[in-house]
């Protein structure tokens, strides 16, 4: 059994609370909270201990989940790595580059796992895609077309602390495209507005963007991006190579087709992104622990975190001087 500490009783951390609980091969010992009444009750629900932050690095566990806010993160994953236990962080490590770039070498340093909480990788769609691209089914990529459209607006105190959409919303899309295509951008050009909700562009940032970017392959590529829609969650990707295509298509939320009287109706989309993608928080989870187990597996891990973050940085840039950014990306 890998054991676990969990710092952050929040919405996420509930969540991984959850799927530690129903893991077979994991078990939640803590958790911790800036809030130590919210960490008993979480606690208490799943059978664990709660604990002070400071002692979650001291506890006899072998990994720290780490679903606090942002701001924190940087800091948590410094001291578990220090404490040589292996992370699994929500992303980002931190909104400022150069600090994410810190905790990333105490990792390094300390030679200990971290997973960085991309779960979109997980989706079984588009891991189908990853595999089709691998085994040289489309031939050398020429196009990709990704959408990330959530179906209300975030509450606005969430804006103002995201760190701006390309750094919230289509990171996770930065971090698919490198991974789905094995290759990494060389320039990206960002255009955008505040459509949704005036009040974001007046924090200087938008609700409603397309992001085209060239591979160093020379594949073109454009992310759209939406705080907001009319018709429910929309996520979905199409690679078109010199051989083919491949999509993994909009979901509706069941796959029921009504016909009556002429006409058919179909059932609509995810009333929300959590119904989309929140298996992809286990079968994440359960990759994490079949790593530490010593299976061979692959996840993103701190090289994939700075680079999905050096991207959105570009793509930051873009958007505000409306210019094309150039990029000299490396893996590590």
């Not at 040289?136 to 995201?162: D, N, W």
């Not at 959409?165 to 060389?186: A, G, K």
């Amino acid at each position: 059994m890998q054991r676990f500490a969990l710092i952050g009783a929040g919405f996420i951390g509930a969540l991984h609370a959850q799927n530690l609980s129903l893991h077979p091969r994991a078990s939640l010992e803590f958790v911790a909270d800036i809030d130590p009444a919210r960490a008993a009750t979480l606690a208490s629900e799943y059978g664990a201990q709660p604990i002070a932050i400071e002692d979650v690095f001291t506890a006899d566990i072998d990994a720290v989940l780490i679903a606090s806010s942002t701001p924190t993160h940087a800091d948590y994953v410094e001291r578990a790595a220090q404490a040589g236990k292996a992370i699994y962080c929500e992303k980002p490590i931190d909104l400022d580059t150069p600090r994410a770039e810190r905790a990333v070498a105490a990792v390094r340093l300390a030679g200990v796992p971290l997973m960085i909480g991309f779960t979109r990788r997980f989706d079984a769609s588009h891991a189908a895609l990853k595999e089709v691209v691998a085994g040289g089914e489309l031939g050398s990529l020429e196009l990709v077309q990704m959408t990330c459209r959530t179906q209300q607006m975030p509450p606005i105190t969430y804006i103002e602390a995201s760190g701006g959409q390309m750094r919230d919303q289509t990171i996770h899309f930065f971090d698919l495209l490198c991974w789905l295509t094995d290759d990494l951008p060389v320039e990206v050009h960002v255009i955008g507005g505040a459509l949704a909700d005036a009040r974001v562009g007046e924090l200087g940032d938008v609700d409603t963007s397309i992001a085209t970017l060239r591979m160093a392959s020379g594949a073109l590529v454009q992310i759209d991006s939406a705080r907001r829609t009319g018709y429910g969650y929309d996520e979905r990707i199409e690679l078109s190579g010199s051989e083919g295509m491949a999509e993994s298509r909009r979901q509706p939320h069941r796959h029921l087709a009504l016909h009556k009287g002429g006409e058919q109706v179909l059932d609509g989309l995810h009333s929300d992104w959590l119904n989309r993608i929140e298996p992809t928080f286990y079968a994440a989870l359960d990759t994490f622990v079949r790593g530490l187990e010593g299976e061979p597996v692959d996840y993103p891990d701190a090289s994939d975190a700075l680079l999905a973050q050096h991207i959105a940085d570009a793509a930051t840039r873009s958007l505000q001087t409306r210019m094309p950014v150039a990029l000299a990306l490396k893996r590590e």
